[in-house]
């Protein structure tokens, strides 16, 4: 008897170190909070990629440096979830001052369907949603082969759903003035995106 509780106490020692470590120190219970918390603690360098936006015109995330950018990944054919970020995105823009869009915070959705989201897709998108390629750009990645990566930075996971859509997690991530990921938030709460941002209105 005393053998088997002995071995019972091993086998739920190493079950409380197996569960603690794949919870980051019972911090994170899902793979999505362990990676908002990874990135709370340690700010991610994104890769260097050329982006496109709904008005033809190149640039790259350097191009915000001296800014903080809140960005969030789409595909302009969604029906679902991409509408709700994009309403989320119109909430911040809103709350904003025009002044403090200029010089503190850009907005920026990332079309992570290649194939279909050319630049007139990005466009229509964007004049449904209010994005108005000042404040606020609809943009893809102009190589496909710098996107994957780009996902991958970000913790962004995409999957096909074989009906020509995707399935694909949705946040609001920020951008620190030097273009490192520092925070991942819920969509259905930009008020305190903006407030745990530092930006309040």
Do not use: K
């Amino acid at each position: 008897m005393t053998r088997a509780l002995g071995a019972s106490l091993v086998v739920i020692l190493a079950a409380l170190v197996v569960f603690t470590w794949g919870t980051d120190g019972w911090r994170a219970f899902t793979s999505e909070t362990a990676r908002r918390e990874q990135v709370l603690r340690n700010p991610r360098p994104l890769p260097a990629v050329v982006l496109e936006d709904q008005d033809g015109r190149t640039f790259e995330l350097s191009d915000y440096r001296g800014r903080s950018v809140a960005v969030e990944f789409i595909y302009t054919r969604c029906q679902s979830i991409c509408r709700s970020l994009g309403m989320a995105f119109r909430q911040i823009r809103d709350a904003i001052a025009p002044q403090r869009l200029e010089h503190e915070l850009a907005l920026l959705s990332i079309s992570f369907d290649s194939v279909h989201d050319d630049v007139p897709a990005l466009a229509a998108w964007a004049s449904a949603h209010g994005a108005d390629g000042r404040h606020w750009r609809v943009a893809r990645v102009r190589d496909p082969a710098q996107l994957g990566p780009l996902l991958e930075a970000f913790g962004v996971v995409v999957i096909a759903d074989g009906l020509g859509g995707y399935e694909h997690n949705a946040a609001i991530h920020l951008l620190d003035r030097d273009g490192r990921l520092v925070r991942i938030d819920d969509i259905d709460t930009p008020q305190r995106f903006l407030a745990q941002a530092g930006l309040q209105p």
